[in-house]
C-alpha cells in the first residue's frame, strides 16, 4: 500500500513570494490534514478536511493560507505573500473515515524556507 | 481546549538499555486516545503506539509500553532493549474521543518532543 505522498520535499523561496504544496493521500482514506511544524515545535493542525469539505479550518492564517481539495483525492496548500516566520515543514496526513481512533498515517513532508 | 507537555527536550541513552521518556496532558475530556509518534531524522513520522483512556491496562508493542496515569494525567512511554534505530524525535499526542457519527472529525494535539539519541 502506498503511503501519503507530498512534494516537492524542499522549497526556498523569498519572502512575499507566494508557494504551493501538494499532497496525495492513501487511497481510501477520506480525512485529509495539514499540519505546521516549526522547528523545535510539535506538529500543529493547519486544516483538516473531510473528503471535499472543510472540517477545521480554526488555526489557518487566512489572510495568507488557502487549501483546497477539489475531488476529495488530492489536496494543495498554497502560502501567499510568504512571511518569514513560515519557514517549517508542512506535513500531510490522512485517516481512514470510519476509524475513530485517531491513527493518522503522515507524509515525508516539504521543508519551507522563506529568506 | 487540551495541552501536552513533554519536558524532556532531549534524552540519550546506550543502546540495549531502557529509557523513559515523559508526558503530561491537561483536559477536561473523560474519554480520549493518546499517542506516542516517532520522527526518525530526515523520514516520516510513524505511529509508535496508541492507548485509549477507558482502558486501565497498559499498551504495549513489542520493545515498546506505556505507563498511563489518568488521574496524574501522565503518559510515559518506555523502550526496552533500545536499538540505534530508534534514535529519533518522539511526539506526545492527545485526541479527544469522537462519536461514530463524527468520524473523520479527529483532530491530534502534539506535545513539543523529546529528541533520543541512542548510543553505540
Known amino acids: 500500500e502506498a503511503g501519503v505522498a507530498q512534494s516537492p520535499r524542499y522549497k526556498i523561496i523569498e519572502k512575499r513570494q507566494s508557494v504551493a504544496f501538494w499532497c496525495n493521500p492513501i487511497s481510501g482514506h477520506a480525512t485529509l490534514y495539514w499540519y505546521q511544524q516549526i522547528l523545535g515545535q510539535g506538529p500543529k493542525l493547519l486544516i483538516q478536511?473531510?473528503?471535499?469539505?472543510?472540517?477545521?479550518d480554526s488555526q489557518l492564517p487566512k489572510d495568507r493560507f488557502s487549501a483546497e481539495r477539489l475531488k476529495g483525492v488530492d489536496s494543495t496548500l498554497k502560502i501567499q505573500p510568504a512571511k518569514l516566520e513560515d519557514s517549517a515543514v508542512y506535513l500531510c496526513?490522512?485517516?481512514?473515515?470510519?476509524?475513530?481512533?485517531?491513527?493518522?498515517?503522515f507524509g515525508p513532508g516539504t521543508r519551507l524556507t522563506v529568506t | 481546549a487540551q495541552t501536552v507537555t513533554q519536558s524532556q527536550p532531549e534524552m540519550s541513552v546506550q543502546e540495549a538499555e531502557t529509557v523513559t521518556l515523559s508526558c503530561t496532558y491537561d483536559t477536561s475530556e473523560n474519554n480520549y486516545y493518546l499517542f506516542w509518534y516517532k520522527q526518525p531524522p530526515s523520514r516520516q513520522m510513524i505511529l509508535v503506539i496508541r492507548q485509549e483512556a477507558y482502558k486501565q491496562q497498559n499498551a504495549t508493542e513489542n520493545r515498546f509500553s506505556v505507563n498511563f496515569q489518568k488521574a496524574a494525567k501522565s503518559f510515559s512511554l518506555k523502550i526496552s532493549d533500545s536499538q540505534l534505530g530508534d534514535t529519533a524525535m518522539y511526539f506526545c499526542a492527545f485526541m479527544k474521543h469522537v462519536v461514530r457519527s463524527n468520524f473523520g472529525n479527529e483532530k491530534l494535539t502534539f506535545g513539543t518532543g523529546t529528541r533520543l539519541t541512542i548510543i553505540p
Open positions: 496526513a490522512s485517516s481512514l473515515r470510519t476509524s475513530g481512533q485517531g491513527e493518522q498515517y
Open positions: 478536511f473531510q473528503n471535499n469539505g472543510v472540517v477545521d
